[in-house]
């Protein structure tokens, strides 16, 4: 029990300092045209567990049926639970910032043009997951570290309609929408 304590401790120094790289040097992104075609969302399912809300995206930007990718994050879940969202927690985190989950891998697998980060607490995992997606624009909250999102956004977590109605307005003003 003591060793892995002393284990996950040296597991999360070497996840910190390998995201510390990661926002040193971005992922790099081979998509460079405009609009919205595909979308991540990287959710905190402990704050906010109405991740289907999520897939309303599809008809505010006319989305195809796929495009919108959901992964949640708790910081403890029981892998008998049914979730409806594919999930990862801090179990999953592995040497040098390596995120040992298979839906974790497969979400960070694909590019995106828009990645919802839908978190506001800075968390070694969630900021991990959002450092390494290929995504052309970043969004997110103004309580995480600026270094993570493209675009900022000041309101409460559990406000998704406030939510959606401004990063539409501000996908409008970028001419991405």
């Known amino acids: 029990m003591f060793l892995k304590g002393i284990k996950d401790k040296f597991k999360r120094k070497s996840g910190r300092k390998s995201l510390n790289k990661l926002v040193a040097t971005p992922v790099p992104v081979t998509r460079e045209s405009k609009g919205i075609r595909s979308l991540g969302c ?3 399912l402990d704050k906010f567990e109405k991740s289907e809300l999520f897939f309303q995206f599809q008809d505010e930007f006319s989305l195809q049926p796929n495009a919108v990718k ?3 994050y708790k910081r403890f879940y029981d892998k008998n ?3 409806s969202t594919p999930v990862f927690s801090d179990k999953d985190l592995g040497w040098n910032g ?3 989950n298979s ?3 497969e979400f960070l697998g694909r590019e995106y043009d828009l990645l919802v980060n839908y978190y506001d607490e800075d968390s070694l ?3 991990l997951m959002s450092a390494k997606t290929k995504a052309r624009i970043k969004v ?3 309580e995480v570290d600026p270094a993570y999102n493209d ?3 000041d309101m409460p977590l559990k406000d998704f309609q406030l939510f959606k109605k401004e990063l539409k307005k501000y996908l409008g003003i970028f001419k991405e929408i």
Request: glycine residues 8%; hydrophobic residues 55%.
């Open 140 to 142: 997110g909250f103004k």
């Open 125 to 127: 995992l969630l900021n």
């Open 42 to 44: 990287i959710v905190d």
């Open 98 to 100: 390596e995120i040992e």
């Open 103 to 105: 839906y974790a891998l």
């Open 70 to 72: 959901i992964i949640g």
């Open 81 to 83: 639970s049914p979730y």
């Open 151 to 153: 675009l900022i956004l």
